[in-house]
């Protein structure tokens, strides 16, 4: 059986907006794809205000890693999306969401990032699911 299609979020540090999309993206479209997120100067732990506004959503980041970029998930990755940051080493970029930047943002204001992800993914998963 052929892997699944892979739908890779990459930003800088992979602790916001990339992270918020895999976890997004992953519960709408369930098993149907793999999806997975990465940082190309990948940080220590998610962001704690992102962390909280998934929450806030239902969905619980705490225990996710923010990973370094692989060349080898990158190049089998159907889709790279970008989330808008300056990004260097991406091998290509299909799609960037241009959304800005969680970090330091007051809980209002990362709530709105949040619900700008999720409406991004809920597309992106009713496209890929119709295909």
């Known amino acids: 059986m052929p892997p699944k299609p892979l739908i890779l ?3 800088r540090h992979n602790t916001g907006r990339s992270q918020m999309a895999e976890a997004y993206l992953r519960a709408f479209v369930g ?10 100067e990948a940080a ?34 159907l889709r790279i999306i970008t989330m808008g940051c300056d990004v260097q080493g991406v091998p ?5 969401w241009a959304l800005p930047d969680p970090k330091g943002a007051s809980p209002a204001r990362v709530r709105e990032i ?5 409406a991004k993914a ?3 998963a009713d496209e890929l699911t119709l295909q």
């Open 31 to 40: 098993d149907a794809l793999d999806v997975a997120s990465a940082g190309t």
């Open 9 to 11: 979020f990459v930003c």
């Open 92 to 96: 290509r970029v299909d799609a960037d």
């Open 114 to 118: 949040r619900d700008l992800v999720k």
């Open 122 to 124: 809920r597309a992106l």
């Open 44 to 77: 220590e732990h998610p962001d704690p205000g992102v962390v909280a506004a998934m929450r806030d959503d239902g969905i619980d980041i705490a225990e996710a890693r923010p990973k370094l970029i692989d060349p080898a998930v990158a190049a089998r990755a």
